[in-house]
């Protein structure tokens, strides 16, 4: 079954405690992305990358890092967490060999509590 | 500052209105234009997407887009009470894969 998963799918942890969320994909997509979704904000962009290390900037990166070393693996690290990224976290991705149309598969969800 | 605006809502409609979503984006360089279904606690999943100027139609679903006026909107025909959701505008824009949604419409549609 194509699919995005994500571990864990629920995560409560405490201020400075590094830790990381999975995002893997079978779908052999380039693209891979990760969104936190707020209450009243909608979806926002952390990183993407469009490749096997390459990797960008979205709209709210502070905080956050990101690798791709396999096409298949996107994980997102948060280095020390604080409490301001208690958030609803999506990874995505898609293929990327046309520009102009780029559907993404989310992943079911990673909610995020920290102390 | 790149931005996608949506009414939050909610937008409420009887089974088997017409349900009018709309969409304005800040960046005239965007490139392509989404619309993503969000149920209550689940991932979103797209519903259509549109690039070129005019409408688009996939079943009850119709995507619209105004390029001049940077507008997109989605007309959902005979609503249905499984309608009810999260209606998420995105945006894509030129050069790369930078995406930016909207905050979402809240539509329900009432038996």
């Known amino acids: 079954e194509a699919q995005v998963t994500q571990n864990p799918r629920y995560l409560i942890t405490v201020t400075g405690k590094k830790l990381t969320v999975t995002c893997s994909q079978n779908?052999?997509?380039?693209?891979m992305s990760w969104y936190r979704q707020d209450p009243g904000l909608g979806l926002r962009q952390i990183y993407y990358s469009m490749n096997v290390e390459v990797t960008d900037k979205g709209d709210v990166p502070e905080g956050y890092k990101v690798s791709r070393k396999e096409k298949r693996n996107f994980p997102l690290i948060l280095e020390s967490p604080s409490p301001n990224q208690t958030s609803l976290y999506f990874c995505?991705?898609?293929?990327?060999?046309?520009?102009?149309?780029?559907?993404?598969?989310f992943g079911p969800g990673t909610r995020l509590t920290v102390l | 500052q790149k931005e996608v605006e949506q009414n939050s809502g909610p937008l409420s409609v009887p089974e088997g209105a017409i349900a009018s979503l709309n969409c304005t984006y800040s960046d005239r360089g965007s490139q392509s234009f989404f619309w993503y279904r969000q149920y209550s606690g689940k991932s979103p999943e797209l519903i259509m997407f549109i690039y070129s100027n005019g409408d688009k139609e996939d079943g009850r679903f119709t995507a619209q887009l105004n390029k001049a006026s940077q507008y997109v909107s989605l007309l959902i025909r005979d609503s249905q009470p499984s309608d009810s959701a999260t209606y998420l505008c995105?945006?894509?824009?030129?050069?790369?894969?930078?995406?930016?949604f909207g905050a979402g419409t809240r539509l329900f549609v009432k038996a």
């Open positions: 779908m052999n997509h380039e693209y």
């Open positions: 995105a945006v894509v824009y030129t050069g790369g894969f930078k995406t930016i």
């Open positions: 995505a991705s898609s293929f990327a060999r046309d520009r102009t149309y780029n559907e993404q598969f």
